[in-house]
């Protein structure tokens, strides 16, 4: 599966981060926070009217909401089940 | 031994690792916890004893990183240099060991003595996951202690470490980073002007230097140094064009690598992350259709609970106090000494009677809700609606956190990312009905007119506010960063927390909040005694009697009403001249609904404003001020119309 931005994936699945876009800001607050490019997460959630996503790291355990114009930054491909 | 004497001891963690709980068990009631990402905004101090030796402890807010991106990570920097501690406790959250430890990673480049705490260790092996102390001790170079906070375990041993560190040192060793990261800091510690004012190791300042750029003491390089300024640029563009990526990634993908190899070699996963409890209870709460009628239910229920405990136990507790004054009425003449009696009466008895049945299950709610972790929940359902008003779902926290008091939600702004945010959300956290305006919708709406027109009285409030917001965005135009929100597990609530909770604002009422309460009181009879009311009530009469259509006795109260809001309403009784019972034989139903609406929203109480001040400018407190007096009258008045 070629890598696509978070509000294109699909719940639940196992996703692995190939790159993360931004400003200096918002991608220093996502990597302190444990979201790193090459970890393995699923989307959670997505909140109801262009409201925000839920992202799990499957790794960590952590779940951590992303707004929609953050999440669109987020690129993920298919992760292997098994880690 | 004094303050200044004893050792210094710094608590430094990522938020939710459990520091504060940490802290409580060691401090006593002090520092304030709850399950939120960046609770405690403010530092806490305190003097304790051990076993008859003197440490003098701090609790920094919670920290994911020392890169001073947002206010309340500014303020664990720059106590991290400006308190010279003897040693650094780093609390740790076992249970997400690779993140925590990048935390750890940045503080031993500071070469402070320091010991870990290696905490929440229950909930790690309870993910499976099972830790090395000893291990992860060998590679930090710095004691490592298993601690459970929430059951006090561990407690001692830590305690032991640091005052065995106190005595005999204990650096960490510092971390490797590759080739040409360290040849990057190495160039650039000889390069350092000799007198650089920012207080730390070069090694330190100059990894801050590489990864921050300017962010890091920007004034002095600007002004000062603009050579080094740009021999730093040249070092930071080399090593971006080296590894193809801005220099601050380069720094920021080594750590997590290293934070992830140090966890590998010290732990073991034991099994795979199972389902808990709390992760079944999100799957309705965080539901993007259910989650909203649990919101609702949550605070419509807690809304009900506190009217119908507050309530019947007011009726009881007024009694007495009625008595009293029927006494106080027989005996003493309406002279002075009446007044001034009656004052002091109405102070204590509308504090024990009038504020407290209300005040109290508020507090016990909210502690419970922050405790539980339900705050970050309600700021992702929330973020949609709050887009519409220009916000995000990060402001959330502090609004929930104003239902209780608004000064800690002026200062819970300092978790959001930018200015403009902080603003415009500190602007609208003042027509958050606080416990004072919420004793006064209670005690005066729903106690005589009925508990649905004060529900109605709330929707209209939240409605005002999101009205406010859209409006107040026309004029804040800059765009919002947009929401970045850790969603902490679950936790049952623990009743130590939540009392210690309750039982540190109670404190800060019968403190400060009630003397207020009753000097007020007692002022107010003593103007009364002298006819001085007379003079402001006509001052004020074209307002209150005029535009609002109150009696024009209330003019005075309005006054006494920014010192503290149920002020306003324990002088109505004590203006009008009549027991609380008896109210509605001298003002009408319209007249209580338009007076509430005009006290909850005519000024933010002085403790708000002075917070504002303090917080966000003289400016933006004057003209929240403005704001709410302007407001107010509009409101008030539509509200008189329409009845």
Avoid at chain 2, 76 to 102: C, W
Avoid at chain 2, 448 to 453: A, E, H, I, R, V
């Amino acid at each position: 599966m070629t890598a696509r931005n978070l509000l294109e994936a699909p719940l639940e699945s196992p996703l692995r981060i190939v790159s993360i876009a931004g400003g200096e800001g918002v991608r220093r607050r996502l990597f302190s926070l444990g979201l790193n490019v090459g970890d393995r997460i699923a989307l959670a959630g997505r909140g109801i009217l262009r409201g925000p996503l839920l992202i799990k790291h499957l790794d960590l355990g952590i779940t951590i909401a992303v707004g929609r114009g953050i999440a669109q930054k987020i690129m993920a491909e298919a992760a292997d089940e098994r880690g | 031994m004094n303050a200044a004497e004893s050792p210094v001891v710094i608590f430094v963690g990522q938020p939710n690792c459990g520091k504060s709980t940490l802290f409580n068990a060691i401090a006593g009631p002090k520092a304030q916890t709850s399950n939120f990402p960046g609770t405690t905004v403010k530092h806490t101090h305190s003097l304790v004893n051990i076993e008859g030796r003197m440490l003098n402890i701090i609790d920094l807010p919670g920290t994911y990183s020392l890169h001073p991106a947002d206010p309340a990570e500014k303020v664990a920097l720059t106590h991290l240099f400006s308190e010279k501690p003897d040693a650094v406790i780093n609390v740790l959250d076992a249970s997400i060991l690779g993140r925590s430890l990048e935390l750890t990673l940045e503080l031993l480049e500071m070469d402070l003595p320091m010991v870990v705490a290696l905490n929440m260790t229950d909930l790690a092996e309870k993910k499976g996951v099972s830790i090395d102390a000893r291990a992860l001790s060998e590679r930090l170079g710095v004691p490592v202690i298993p601690t459970i906070a929430a059951h006090g375990r561990g407690v001692k041993e830590l305690l032991d470490a640091v005052f065995d560190c106190l005595e005999a040192g204990c650096r960490g060793s510092r971390p490797r980073w590759s080739k040409s990261v360290e040849q990057a800091i190495e160039t650039l510690i000889h390069s350092l002007p000799e007198d650089l004012p920012c207080v730390a190791t070069p090694r330190f300042t100059a990894i801050q230097m590489i990864e921050s750029g300017s962010l890091f003491c920007s004034d002095y390089m600007k002004d000062i140094a603009p050579e080094f300024h740009g021999r730093l640029e040249d070092i930071r563009s080399g090593l971006a064009a080296e590894r193809d990526m801005p220099a601050y990634e380069v720094l920021a993908a080594e750590r997590h690598h290293l934070a992830q190899k140090l966890f590998e070699e010290t732990s073991r996963v034991t099994r795979r992350l199972r389902r808990g409890w709390g992760e079944r209870l999100d799957d309705i709460l965080l539901h993007p259709w259910l989650g909203y009628p649990v919101l609702v239910l949550v605070l419509v229920s807690f809304f009900f609970l506190i009217f119908k405990i507050g309530g019947p136990l007011e009726t009881l507790l007024l009694k007495p106090f009625a008595s009293l004054r029927l006494v106080l009425e027989a005996r003493l003449d309406s002279g002075m000494l009446f007044h001034l009696a009656d004052g002091v009466l109405q102070g204590i008895g509308g504090g024990v009677a009038i504020v407290l049945p209300y005040f109290l299950p508020l507090l016990v709610f909210m502690a419970l809700l922050e405790d539980v972790g339900y705050l970050a929940r309600a700021g992702f359902l929330l973020d949609t609606f709050m887009h519409r008003i220009g916000l995000h779902g990060k402001s959330v926290s502090p609004f929930i956190l104003g239902f209780g008091c608004n000064v800690p939600a002026v200062v819970a702004t300092r978790i959001l990312e930018s200015r403009r945010d902080r603003i415009l959300t500190s602007l609208l956290i003042p027509f958050i009905p606080c416990s004072a305006r919420t004793t006064i919708v209670l005690a005066l709406v729903a106690y005589f007119l009925g508990p649905w027109w004060a529900l109605g009285f709330y929707v209209f409030n939240i409605l005002l506010v999101a009205l406010l917001g859209r409006v107040l965005t026309c004029f804040f135009r800059a765009s919002s960063p947009g929401l970045i929100l850790e969603i902490p597990s679950l936790k049952a609530p623990a009743l130590k927390n939540v009392l210690l909770k309750v039982y540190v604002q109670l404190k800060s009422f019968v403190r400060f909040a009630w003397p207020l309460l009753i000097g007020g009181s007692i002022v107010l009879g003593l103007i009364q005694s002298l006819h001085w009311d007379a003079v402001i009530n006509s001052v004020l009469a074209p307002l209150v009697a005029g535009a609002l259509g109150l009696p024009r006795e209330l003019g005075v109260t309005l006054v006494f009403g920014f010192l503290r809001k149920e002020l306003s309403l324990l002088m109505m009784l004590q203006a009008l001249g009549v027991g609380y019972k008896d109210l509605l034989t001298v003002i009408s139903r319209e007249q209580m609904i338009v007076f509430t609406v005009f006290v909850s929203f005519f000024i933010p109480c002085l403790s708000t404003f002075a917070i504002l001040w303090k917080e966000v400018g003289r400016r933006i407190a004057f003209l929240s001020a403005a704001l709410s007096v302007t407001v107010a009258v509009m409101v008030s008045v539509l509200v008189r119309i329409l009845l």
